[in-house]
T-cell receptor, first 109, second 112 residues
Framework: GEDVEQSLFLSVREGDSSVINCTYT??????LYWYKQEPGAGLQLLTY???NMDMKQDQRLTVLLNKKDKHLSLRIADTQTGDSAIYFC?????????WGAGTKLIIKP | DARVTQTPRHKVTEMGQEVTMRCQPI?????VFWYRQTMMQGLELLAY????????DSGMPKDRFSAEMPDATLATLKIQPSEPRDSAVYFC??????????FGPGTRLTVT
């Protein structure tokens, strides 16, 4: 089966860049997603990348996809307190999403 | 502003009682998912439907859980009888085909 792995925690200083990483085992997904979950809320789609792309930028967010290493990352520039949340990567597979366990982003003042 | 709605947002019930959670998917979305989220297990897929037909409910305890889509605008998840270990946040998500899933705000269930 598909394995999608993420570190459980990431701590960064306010104003620094955050880089959240995700590795996976099966590379047949067409779309790869990043979702954000704030405390007490549902998961919110942040951004996604098509599997034939290497990079996608959307304002403060940069997604990098390294298909050779089966590695997906999300970079958040100028991290703010409002970015505190759990970030999930997910890969599509036959109309389902295969989820990582989520990375909790902690912002230090 | 299209969004997935879920009711109730919070439910506290006693062990053995029936619990029904409802979800209204985004209009036009033909795929509906039910997830459960706990601290210990993370996000688990319970069941999903496409065009109202159940496609996969292998993540669901069959003896007490049931999921249905009576029509295209309503999905339900029922637990009967409920147990304390069912305490979790239950999310519904909808999608248009194989594309990104949009989540509802969740139902926080506490079974005492």
């Amino acid at each position: 089966g598909e394995d999608v792995e993420q570190s459980l925690f990431l701590s960064v200083r306010e104003g620094d860049s955050s880089v959240i990483n995700c590795t996976y085992t099966d590379s047949s997904s067409t779309y790869l997603y990043w979702y954000k979950q704030e405390p007490g809320a549902g998961l919110q789609l942040l951004t996604y990348i098509f599997s034939n792309m290497d990079m996608k930028q959307d304002q403060r967010l940069t997604v990098l996809l390294n298909k050779k290493d089966k590695h997906l990352s999300l970079r958040i520039a100028d991290t703010q307190t409002g970015d505190s949340a759990i970030y999930f990567c997910a890969l599509d597979r036959n109309y389902q999403l295969i989820w990582g366990a989520g990375t909790k982003l902690i912002i230090k003042p | 502003d299209a969004r997935v709605t879920q009711t109730p947002r919070h439910k506290v019930t006693e062990m053995g009682q029936e619990v029904t959670m409802r979800c209204q998917p985004i209009l036009g979305h033909n795929t509906v998912f039910w997830y459960r989220q706990t601290m210990m297990q993370g996000l688990e897929l319970l069941a999903y439907f496409r065009n109202r037909a159940p496609l996969d409910d292998s993540g669901m305890p069959k003896d007490r859980f049931s999921a249905e889509m009576p029509d295209a605008t309503l999905a339900t998840l029922k637990i009967q009888p409920s147990e304390p270990r069912d305490s979790a946040v239950y999310f519904c998500a909808s999608a248009s085909g194989r594309y990104e899933q949009y989540f509802g705000p969740g139902t926080r269930l506490t079974v005492t």
